[in-house]
């Protein structure tokens, strides 16, 4: 089946600890994005990536780092930068071609510092 | 860019009714607006989308309506079930990105009493 995965579902971290959220997807989308989501709110742009070994800062990319070493792969790193990294990270991918609208997303991690 | 907003944060309705979200935008220039259901703890998934050039576009129980004039949009469901309960978001394109971003209102979340 294709699709999007994300791991792990949930992830626990320490402060002042790196940690790294996974994003895989074998639907041979070039376009991959992460949003963070808090409680009550919309989706919010960290990073997104257009194509391989090439991405972008969204609105929100302090405090996080990404790469884009395949195209199936999206990893999102949460740095010690990040002072308040408690929350729901979704990752997504976009079919080619820029008349093709709709995001897939993967099913999200939950993020808790403790 | 644009800026997409949903109206209400909570809406209650009967089984069996019909439920309608609403969501107004910024951009007059956004060619397209998607709708997307995220059930608790989970990604969003597509429901339907519609093009500017669209007044209406229905789906299987829901219906979208869009009115450039006043800059609003609609999400219908049809004879709601407890299977309905989630939040919606619309989203709209972010032409200032430059590279077809979606930028998400806060969500409504929709409450189905059996």
């Known amino acids: 089946d294709g699709g999007i995965t994300q791991s792990p579902k949930y992830l626990f971290r320490k402060e002042g600890q790196n940690v790294t959220l996974s994003c895989e997807q074998n639907?041979?989308?070039?376009?991959m994005y992460w949003y963070r989501q808090d409680p009550g709110q919309g989706l919010r742009l960290i990073y997104y990536?257009?194509?391989?070994?090439?991405?972008q800062k969204g609105d929100i990319a302090e405090g996080y780092s990404v790469s884009r070493e395949k195209k199936e792969s999206f990893p999102l790193t949460v740095t010690s930068a990040q002072k308040n990294p408690t929350a729901f990270y979704l990752c997504?991918?976009?079919?080619?071609?820029?008349?093709?609208?709709?995001?897939?997303f993967g099913q999200g991690t939950r993020l808790t510092v403790v | 860019g644009e800026s997409v907003g949903l109206h209400l944060p909570t809406l209650s309705v009967q089984e069996g009714d019909n439920s309608i979200i609403n969501c107004a935008y910024s951009n007059s220039a956004s060619d397209y607006f998607i709708w997307y259901k995220q059930e608790s703890g989970k990604g969003p998934q597509f429901i339907i989308d519609?093009?500017?050039?669209?007044d209406k576009r229905q789906g299987q129980r829901v219906t979208v309506l869009l009115n450039k004039t006043v800059k609003h949009l609609s999400l219908q469901i049809a004879a709601t079930q407890p299977g309905d309960s989630a939040v919606y978001f619309c989203?709209?394109?972010?032409?200032?990105?430059?590279?077809?971003?979606?930028?998400f209102g806060k969500g409504t979340k929709l409450s189905v009493i059996p």
């Open positions: 519609i093009r500017s050039n669209m």
């Open positions: 639907l041979n989308h070039d376009a």
């Open positions: 990536s257009q194509i391989v070994n090439d991405f």
């Open positions: 997504a991918s976009r079919p080619p071609g820029d008349r093709v609208i709709e995001a897939f």
């Open positions: 989203a709209g394109p972010n032409s200032g990105a430059g590279s077809y971003q979606l930028t």
